[in-house]
């Protein structure tokens, strides 16, 4: 039996939804507190969470963005605005669907029904793991292109990403300056290889305790850069 989680602070509303989808056969709970909807929902295992956009002490915008940073779980906003603003806003944070109030019960069902079936089916297709490479404390998704350090994560441009991820894949390897100008950036900015030195500091920066004295990329005077294990 699929769960769902709806943060909805007008309890009518919400005993509403909760009666129609528990005759579908869902399971069902309520919050109408936005601070502990998103509690819940980031703590516990539900199938779909149905959040209205105005809520006290956090709305609904902030649960979906807060939920989408670490779940893939369903997300259907309700709310009374009807501005496209607010839907364009509400599906870029990662929300499945946006139903405008007063909308029909049987409607609800419908998408939720729908939605729960096609994650369903994406979660059952076998999809391949993200691409995680892990050193020493440092863990790179290649995949979402994310990187943390010390389980802090750390925001990287795309070609320090790309720098990064090609030293950590080889490490002990010793690469010149040219070898890796022409990995990364090949045709981008032909000749100009003391962007690879300009990057290896900024990477440095993000990576390193000290970065006086690095522990991850170490320089290899005279020839190059090489990530140590």
Sequence with gaps: MSKILIVEDEVEIAELEKDYLELSGFEVEIEHDGAVGLERALAEEFDMFILDLMLPEIDGFEICRQVREEKNTPILLVSAKKDDIDKIRGLGLGADDYVTKPFSPSELVARV?????????????????????????????????????????????????????????????????????????????????????????????????????????????????????
């Design 113 to 229: 029904k729908a939605h729960l079936a096609r994650y369903e089916r994406l979660v059952g297709s076998n999809l391949p793991e993200n691409d995680i490479v892990e050193i020493r404390g440092i863990r790179i998704d290649k995949t979402a292109r994310r990187v943390w350090i010390n389980g802090e994560e750390r925001q990287f441009t795309t070609k320090e990403f790309d720098l990064l991820t090609f030293l950590a894949e080889n490490p002990n390897h010793v690469f010149s300056k040219e070898e890796l100008f022409r990995e990364i950036w090949d045709m981008e900015s032909i000749g100009d290889i003391a962007t690879v030195t300009v990057h290896i500091k900024k990477i440095r920066e993000k990576i390193e305790m000290n970065t006086n004295k690095p522990q991850y990329i170490e320089t290899i005077w005279g020839v190059g850069y090489r990530f140590k294990l």
